[in-house]
């Protein structure tokens, strides 16, 4: 590996903590089909699943690195990107649509200036068009983690913004 | 058997049967692109639909259907062939046709069944995918756009390989198969994902763009790498081997080959062969014709007695060793041997003794039909891959338990509820030995033991092992060695496998009894699936052993080594043999060598030693001889010439011959001749001929005469702030020859240290810093390799290399003090 391209690499992966990832697996180790729920565990420690905890996993479970691989790509619920401290969510189904969900999302993307999928650099927020929420009376629908917000405007956008804003990382 | 209707036709079948298999061993062919006879059924490709009648006429794919009493199959009507016409253009929506330039062109299922079912136009219309090729490494390449997610990589380098390096990614359309995280292919370069691959997806890189596949010759050979005996078949054009082709239905282990196998064929043709005889004239070596150096050759031979000594490398065929022994015989010497002299003192002296054979009683069949297998030294994949391969396929399809006892963990350790136990360095003859105490303590022997001889030797030999005893020395816990013990007796069928060779000078006579003493004492042999099996590491040891091609009355390797270096042996003969690189103590061989008087050497390279030599004969590869080889099992098999002799070269064949022949002897015409001979005297080869061994070959029984032999243990000890180094074979390579195969070469060009994570802590070591390596004989320079299968204080090290040799600082001791710089 070059300079440049291990550098790069160490930027893309921080050091990751894996006594973390010890605690999650330690509390899985004899039970059989453990990989399911280690891999939401230490999704849910990390935020993500970084891919030294991807490699970490795969040695203490004697699984091949490929396969665990395999299933975080396979489930939508896992993440191989650190996610923002809140995740918006947009729904775009039928009634939101209608409604006038790509407004905002666009607003959203005009504001944070990420896309779809993507998360702000500071780690603040990661945003999502989803496809249904399952509260179409009240669309359009916006939540932010488990906050949510009805019969959204372009100039709720606004206010949510400068509330979470005021939130802290922790 | 089940009986049923395939397309109006009666037939039987096998119960456990599926459609496929049914419809294939009665001679009906159901297309398919996703099975393999070696792997489980998968389902993958649906070209294989079939339409059952008990089904109500639904459409069921054979090769997941498993058969029943009376079922009434077609396989190929209207709707079927329209459902598979279908099948075929949805996998051409995205599949590119860049035939003309894919090296599948000819050999391609896809391409094959497209034309077979005239899929000449698409219904539907698609983008193509725009996957990156992976070009990363000089062996496999990827081409994912290619890919028709058959899964048959995925599933083999899992089933029967082990490793997982592929595996499906993503799902829906946007499924592909790749490595962890997008990467690249980092593996073990077996290349079975290449072999199965129904299109040109993965291709073998060495390969690309030589020949169209119909344009090759495929001629049926053996392996001239490790002892397994895997057949091969070789891609021939225009005299030269230019691949190696799959075939499922080759050998027992159906086509399956390990990295040097499959793509270390390369010094066959290799530029770096030697063309002509060369002379050394006033100090450097020049061109000379046959008949001046024979003529040499035959001159220092002449009448030299004892003077003389021969090694040779057990690489050369049956009938070239019989001939090198005569010839040797006929100049009045009784001085050769193989092998560095001890790497086959396992069979010659230790299963000589304890079983009255220098032969294995066991088989690599009777690997997947054992009930426990007792493997020492995790190192047996790495030396013998295709048998690793057996031990994985034991383990996770037929739930044989797999034990082993290491100095390092290692690819075995990782199977599915493999139990390893890792002992110090050189203390494996002390734990066999509390196996057997304990075999003796808790009444687990068998009855018949204490008829053997030797019994109460034994008995009285191993009181002071037991496991307490040993558990200090050996840094296991007691309860371990007796769980070991009283599984491996209690099993109904078990197997014991050790790996000998130039690099594992402690696998010995001693290593051998104290193995052998397990199964005699628990009469764990000469039933399926019992049994010891040493594996040789040569291609034909076991035939260097059978042929007694070893020092018996003379002096053996070492000794003639220590002749050179004294000025007692005056002429040396090397054939093949590479002692300078593979011999402990290169300081001292080099030393012997040039003390020689004179030395020949045959060989197909300018080796280390052939450059010392005085007169160097150009020999011929396997691919280009006749005559046979025998296995770690006892398997002779008969090989063929391939291609016709490379610039010059002869084969040693010839070269033995014409040299009796100048020495006034009688020189066999033809290797057949020979083997006549080989047939009528060499034990269990009795009744063989060319003609009898055929295209699978014969086993040459092994007579069990037991008796029980004290291993001698010698207790190693630690020395003081140093580092224990162990010498074995990596997993690309076989002796030296590896180095002149451009694809073990490609993955593993150089020596390297293996240590453990603490151990790289504490000597602040990071991966691939160059160590200095210094033990009491000399020092090397090694690049760094932090693995956590390495206990704390224990080093590895390959030996093939001739640069940067770690044969520089091992002394030939089973483990070798050594201290570690940056």
Known sequence: MSEAVAQQAEEQEPEVDLSIADKVIDKYIDLPGNLMPVLQGVQDAYGYVPRKVADYVAERLNVYPSQIYGVLTFYAQFHLKPRGRFIIRVCVGTACHVSGAPRIVETFFDKLHIGHAETTPDLRYTFEKVACLGACGMAPLAMVNDDTFGKMTVQKVDEIIAEYNQRPMK | MVNLTIDDKQVTAPKNSTIYDAAKINGIKIPILCHDKKLKPFGACRMCLVEVEQMRGRQVPACTTPITEGMIIRTSTPDIIKARKMVLELLLLNHPIDCPVCDKGGDCDLQNLTYEYKVNANRFSDEKFHHEIDYSNPLIERDMNRCVLCGKCARICDEIVSFGALTFISRGIETKIGCEFEGSLNCEFCGSCVSVCPVGSLLARPFKFKARFWALTNQKSVCGYCGTGCNLTLGVKDNKVLTTVYDENQGFHNGQLCCRGRFGYQFINSDKRLNTPLVRKNGSLTEATWDEALELVA????????????????????????????????????????????????????????????????????????????????????????????????????????????????????????????????????????????????????????????????????????????????????????????????????????????????????????????????????TEGSGVLCMAEKNNSQGAVDMGFYATSGLNAGQIMDGCASGAIKTLFVAGENPVVSYPNRAAISAALDKVEFLVVSDLFMTETAAMADVVLPACSFAEKEGTFTSVDRRVQHIKPAIRNIGQSRTDFEIFGQLIAKLGGQAPATPATVFGEIAASAPGYAGMSYASLGETGAFAPVAVTAAFVVPKTVAVEPAAGKLALVTGSALYHNGTLSQFGEGPMHVCPEGYLELSRTDAAKLQIKENDLLNVASAIGSTKLKARITPRMPEGVLFSPYHFGAAAINQVWSGAPVTWVTVTK
């Open chain 2, 299 to 526: 001159a220092r031979l002449k009448g030299a007695g004892s003077s003389a000594a021969a090694l040779a490398t057990p690489r050369l065929t049956n009938e070239e060793l019989v001939l090198f022994k005569r010839l040797m015989e006929t100049a009045g010497s009784a001085n050769y041997d193989h092998s560095a002299g001890y790497a086959h003192a396992a069979l010659t002296e230790g299963f000589a003794k304890s079983f009255g054979a220098a032969a294995s009683p066991a088989t690599i069949l009777d690997i997947q039909k054992s009930d426990l297998l007792l493997v020492i030294k995790t190192d047996s994949y790495e030396t013998h891959p295709v048998i690793g391969f057996e031990i994985n396929m034991a383990v996770k399809n037929k739930g044989v338990k797999l034990n082993i006892l290491s100095d390092k963990r290692g690819k075995l350790s990782k199977l599915p509820d493999a139990q390893t136990l890792v002992h110090t360095p050189g203390s494996e003859i002390a734990v066999i030995n509390a196996l057997a105490k304990t075999i003796l303590d808790d009444k687990l022997a068998a009855g018949t033991a204490a008829a053997i001889p030797g019994y109460a030797d034994l008995e009285k030999a191993l009181a002071g092992f037991t496991p307490e005893a040993v558990a200090g020395q050996s840094g296991l816990a007691a309860s371990a060695i007796k769980r070991l013990a009283n599984d491996y007796a209690k099993a109904e069928k078990a197997l014991i496998l050790f790996p000998i060779g130039n690099a594992y000078p402690g696998h010995n006579a001693d290593l051998a009894s104290a193995v052998a003493n397990l199964a005699l004492l628990t009469g764990k042999l000469g």
